[in-house]
């Protein structure tokens, strides 16, 4: 079959004193039946990566040298897939079979060829249409480590207060499954959710923003942990006038605290100020009060309302790094004359995805440094696919890779940040008659030092392997 004849390409680069691998898969025409697709990650097997569609889904396998093994569909019944999560030995599929009154999420065994184990699939957890709310859906995430899975479902309790159920597994998805259901506090129109998290340890983090609402007199933001089949509130008060426009949510199973950092505005929401943190110590239960660093501290700018940001990193001795990026978008609309006397109009989205910046703070929060990453990229119509970054983080630095320009012969940057705020920058490869455009979002560093992001150009599928 032509998907058996694979080659690969590896260029070896010296960008300052690093020096870089880079393979790239043969190009696949996109099939329409399966045109969306996921990087699960990367065992002793190889790489696999599941397409899918709306009735098809196959989970192909790629060498470490990016050549294709093998192409198979998911030998299982259902309706739909929920999750899959890759294994060293294994693959957990998490699916759901609907009947007219209910649904089962299930999750079976895969053994890494996908052939089925003698086991049968688990009933994980059941929907009752009538009884449930219609919102009402099923959600599996895992711990970082993927030691625990988290398998719920939510819905409006009989007093309008929101109840969630909870499966919590192995990673054998077999055996000493852990099933309860709790209520939050507060009814659900105070609320609008977050994050739901899980940790290494295996406990359950449900993180909240307030809705606007006078009624209202929680925090801005509330940690409920879960104790007991009981939610215990941990909040976060702003200062008065400030409103958080943007955040990420993530956990550091090193330090064992949750961390919330985003952008904050003054007076309104579109009067961006700067960036702020709030942590919970999710093992002695209490809150820091929340820091703010002002733009004009951190990155030389008074005000600027199109910086968003775009990841958090922290580290092992509690710090965090915030990664932000200055985000535009335009609509342009141009009205022209036809023949016929008319006039035509056609509007134009344009993205803008200009320079980036890494903000390093010390474990409580405060300013420590910070580096500007200058790049242009522009693109119209497409959302901003091909633009922004993915950050790398080998342990010892952290590698944004990016294009620098939106365009089939663009180079491909490489930002290197160093943990002693030092930086070095370079062109990895010209993409000029390698028929690759990089589409960073989509990506996913599969180990310490490889990271992989799909190329999609002209209706063509690659997989381009960096590794430093």
Not at 56 to 76: A, F, T
Not at 101 to 106: G, M, Q, R
Not at 309 to 338: F, H
Not at 350 to 355: P, T
Request: proline share 3%; with cysteine.
């Amino acid at each position: 079959m032509r998907y058996l004849l694979i080659y690969f390409i590896t260029l070896i680069l010296t960008l300052g004193s690093k020096s870089q691998s880079i393979k790239t898969s043969i190009a696949q025409k996109i099939n329409n039946k399966t045109p969306y697709f996921k990087i699960l990650g990367k065992n002793a097997n190889g790489i696999f990566v599941y397409k899918y569609g709306r009735s098809n889904e196959i989970i192909e396998l790629y060498g470490n040298d990016l050549q294709l093994r093998w192409v198979k569909p998911i030998p299982l019944n259902y309706d739909y897939i929920e999750n899959i999560i890759s294994y060293p030995n294994h693959l957990l599929v998490f699916f759901v079979d609907e009947d007219r009154d209910f649904e089962v999420l299930k999750v079976q065994k895969l053994n890494i060829d996908l052939s089925k184990p003698e086991t049968e699939a688990l009933s994980i957890d059941t929907i009752f249409y009538r009884t449930a709310s219609d919102f009402t859906q099923f959600h599996v995430t895992t711990s970082q480590d993927k030691s625990h899975i988290l398998c719920y479902q939510t819905y409006i309790a009989d007093n309008k207060k929101l109840e969630y159920k909870f499966t919590i597994t192995n990673e054998l998805g077999i055996g000493k499954q852990k099933s309860q259901a709790a209520r939050l506090e507060y009814g659900i129109k105070y609320f609008m959710q977050r994050a739901t998290t899980i940790t290494n340890e295996g406990k359950v983090l449900l993180t909240y923003k307030q809705s606007p609402s006078k009624e209202n007199e929680i925090g801005s933001y509330t940690v409920f942990a879960l104790t007991d089949k009981i939610f215990k509130p941990y909040s976060f008060l702003m200062e008065p006038d400030l409103n958080a426009t943007e955040e990420k949510i993530t956990f550091d199973n090193a330090n064992k605290k949750l961390v919330i950092a985003g952008i904050y505005s003054e007076n309104g929401l579109k009067n961006k100020k700067g960036i702020f943190t709030m942590q919970f110590n999710a093992q002695k239960g209490y809150t820091l009060s929340p820091v703010y660093n002002t733009y004009e501290k951190t990155i030389n700018q008074r005000i600027n309302n199109d910086i968003s940001i775009q990841d958090v990193i922290l580290s092992y001795d509690g710090s965090i790094n915030v990664l932000l990026e200055n985000i535009d978008i335009e609509s342009k609309t141009t009205t022209v004359p036809n023949l016929y006397g008319y006039y035509s109009t056609t509007t134009t989205t344009y993205y803008y995805y200009r320079d980036a910046y890494f903000v390093a703070l010390n474990p409580n929060g405060f300013y420590k440094w910070h580096k500007r990453i200058p790049k242009e990229q522009v693109s119209e119509k497409d959302e901003g696919y091909y633009s922004s970054f993915i950050v790398a983080n080998s342990g010892k630095n952290l590698n944004l890779i990016f294009n620098d320009r939106i365009s089939s012969s663009t180079d491909i940057s490489n930002v290197i940040i160093e943990a002693d705020n030092t930086l070095s920058n370079g062109d990895i490869m010209n993409t000029a008659r390698r028929e690759i455009m990089l589409a960073p979002s989509k990506g996913k560093q599969i180990s310490d030092h490889e990271v992989l992001i799909p190329s999609i150009h002209r209706n063509y599928f690659k997989l381009v392997k960096f590794s430093f």
